[in-house]
């Protein structure tokens, strides 16, 4: 029974692209094809209504009907519409505008019949003029607005707290002053996107809530690598930025060690990892804070915490990264000296060639209009007594061997030097 129907449908397909349209009602054959379900002779009396409607020049609302028509019964839409866009430059602007029309109306069965054809097809056709078109169509939406110039920034920043959680943080961060704060702060709230929320928080002057914000996020991203790793990073920027901008040094140097005191409480209850090693990424972390930490906090506070009991469970990396510092300071010492060194020399040498002798000749004429030449030797004043004064200034060599870590500490607590977080 079914081979008969399938073969008695194809006939009536051959019968319907023999005969003109105007030889049958449209809607009554159609009602019939429904009922027998034979959908590609159904396809058929569409596409023949369509091509009517555009040769005999219909309306626009017509021509879209025939559209919405065709691509509701097609086996695979997408590729019709595609077909149809490649073809409607042959077209006038009536008929493109009625596709595109019906394209747009028929959005979500499009989508639904493939959505990755259905995103190339909207963005490589300009077939939406207002992303709010899109609502409905999240990914859809996103793509849309991902490929041209951001016009809702707040919309766009919701389509990626639903997409793409993770990269909602550069964005707000490098696009500051084109969102509404309060507004994308309840977005990120609302998504549970911490790292974003922190920022924000910190751009409402919220200080505390930006920082217990973000050292929640580190708990949570403990054991997720590149997830710690970027938590860690944007909780560095925060104490950089506020360090930078507030007139309270006490308040900001707390927030530097609340940040160090997580790291290592972090470490602590990393009870299966070696602790210290280059391998903890905890460890690493506490590195990279030191190393930024140094710039705007005393040594002598950091010093006073290294030598603290909670800190005890780290010393060891912490004693490696004093010793590299020490190591540093004697390398910049040796690094002065020889440009001294160098510099005397280079004084020296201008000097001796500043004291060697020169002639001078000078040409006047006599009461007897005879001309004369005159050769004076001028000897340049000796400088000796300037070399002198450059070689006072030379520093003299200092040199500070310690053999005990405390001695150490205690050399380095007056210095403000960077740590290289290699070490």
């Given at each position: 029974?079914?081979?008969?129907?399938?073969g008695?449908q194809?006939?009536?397909?051959?019968?319907?692209?023999?005969?003109?349209?105007?030889?049958?009602?449209?809607?009554?054959?159609?009602?019939?094809?429904?009922?027998?379900?034979?959908?590609?002779?159904?396809?058929?009396?569409?596409?023949?209504?369509?091509?009517?409607?555009?040769?005999?020049?219909?309306?626009?609302?017509?021509?879209?009907?025939?559209?919405?028509q065709?691509?509701?019964?097609?086996?695979?839409?997408?590729?019709?519409?595609?077909?149809?866009?490649?073809?409607?430059?042959?077209?006038?602007?009536?008929?493109?505008?009625?596709?595109?029309?019906?394209?747009?109306?028929?959005?979500?069965?499009l989508?639904?019949?493939?959505?990755?054809?259905?995103?190339?097809?909207?963005?490589?056709n300009?077939?939406?003029?207002?992303?709010?078109?899109?609502?409905?169509?999240?990914?859809l939406?996103?793509?849309?607005?991902?490929?041209?110039?951001?016009?809702?920034?707040?919309?766009?920043?919701?389509?990626?707290?639903?997409l793409?959680?993770?990269?909602?943080?550069?964005?707000?961060?490098?696009?500051?002053?084109?969102?509404?704060?309060?507004?994308?702060?309840?977005?990120?709230?609302?998504?549970?996107?911490?790292?974003?929320?922190?920022?924000?928080?910190?751009r409402?002057?919220?200080?505390?809530?930006?920082?217990?914000?973000?050292?929640?996020?580190?708990?949570?991203?403990?054991?997720?690598?590149?997830?710690?790793?970027?938590?860690?990073?944007?909780?560095?920027?925060?104490?950089?930025?506020?360090?930078?901008?507030?007139?309270?040094?006490d308040?900001?140097?707390?927030?530097w060690f609340?940040?160090?005191?997580?790291?290592?409480?972090?470490?602590?209850?990393?009870?299966?990892?070696?602790?210290?090693?280059?391998?903890?990424?905890?460890?690493?972390?506490?590195?990279?804070v030191?190393?930024?930490?140094?710039?705007?906090v005393?040594?002598?506070?950091?010093?006073?915490?290294?030598?603290?009991?909670?800190?005890?469970?780290?010393?060891?990396?912490?004693?490696?990264?004093?010793?590299?510092?020490?190591?540093?300071?004697?390398?910049?010492?040796?690094?002065?000296r020889?440009?001294?060194?160098?510099?005397?020399?280079?004084?020296?040498?201008?000097?001796?060639?500043?004291?060697?002798?020169?002639?001078?000749?000078?040409?006047?004429?006599?009461?007897?209009?005879?001309?004369?030449?005159?050769?004076?030797?001028?000897?340049?004043?000796?400088?000796?007594?300037?070399?002198?004064?450059?070689?006072?200034?030379?520093?003299?060599?200092?040199?500070?061997?310690?053999?005990d870590?405390?001695?150490?500490?205690?050399f380095?607590?007056?210095?403000?030097?960077?740590?290289?977080?290699?070490?």
């Amino acid at each position: 029974t079914r081979l008969l129907i399938e073969g008695e449908q194809l006939r009536m397909v051959k019968v319907l692209n023999n005969c003109d349209i105007c030889m049958y009602n449209v809607d009554e054959i159609s009602t019939h094809l429904k009922a027998y379900g034979w959908n590609e002779a159904l396809q058929t009396v569409y596409l023949n209504s369509l091509h009517a409607a555009i040769n005999s020049g219909q309306s626009l609302q017509r021509i879209e009907h025939a559209y919405l028509q065709v691509i509701s019964t097609c086996t695979d839409p997408v590729t019709f519409c595609h077909e149809q866009l490649s073809q409607s430059l042959d077209h006038s602007h009536l008929v493109r505008e009625a596709l595109r029309n019906a394209i747009v109306k028929s959005l979500k069965l499009l989508f639904r019949s493939s959505p990755d054809k259905a995103c190339q097809l909207v963005s490589a056709n300009e077939i939406i003029t207002d992303a709010t078109q899109l609502d409905d169509f999240p990914l859809l939406q996103y793509e849309y607005m991902k490929k041209r110039e951001i016009q809702d920034h707040l919309l766009f920043i919701r389509l990626l707290a639903k997409l793409h959680p993770e990269q909602v943080y550069d964005y707000v961060s490098s696009n500051e002053g084109v969102y509404p704060l309060d507004e994308t702060l309840h977005v990120c709230k609302k998504h549970n996107i911490k790292d974003a929320t922190s920022y924000l928080l910190e751009r409402t002057g919220d200080m505390d809530g930006a920082l217990d914000t973000i050292l929640e996020c580190i708990d949570e991203m403990k054991n997720r690598e590149h997830s710690f790793e970027h938590a860690v990073g944007v909780a560095i920027q925060m104490c950089e930025r506020n360090s930078i901008t507030n007139l309270d040094t006490d308040q900001s140097q707390k927030m530097w060690f609340r940040l160090l005191e997580k790291l290592i409480l972090s470490s602590s209850s990393s009870e299966s990892k070696d602790i210290g090693s280059d391998k903890d990424e905890p460890s690493i972390a506490l590195r990279n804070v030191l190393h930024s930490m140094m710039v705007h906090v005393e040594s002598k506070n950091i010093l006073k915490l290294i030598r603290s009991k909670p800190f005890g469970v780290l010393k060891k990396t912490v004693k490696a990264m004093v010793d590299a510092k020490y190591l540093e300071n004697n390398m910049l010492k040796m690094a002065s000296r020889l440009i001294v060194h160098d510099m005397l020399h280079l004084v020296k040498a201008k000097h001796e060639k500043l004291n060697r002798s020169t002639t001078m000749t000078t040409v006047s004429t006599n009461s007897t209009g005879i001309v004369e030449e005159n050769t004076t030797v001028i000897k340049k004043e000796n400088e000796d007594s300037l070399l002198k004064e450059g070689l006072r200034r030379k520093s003299r060599k200092q040199t500070c061997w310690y053999t005990d870590w405390d001695e150490k500490l205690e050399f380095l607590g007056s210095t403000q030097l960077q740590l290289d977080p290699q070490f």
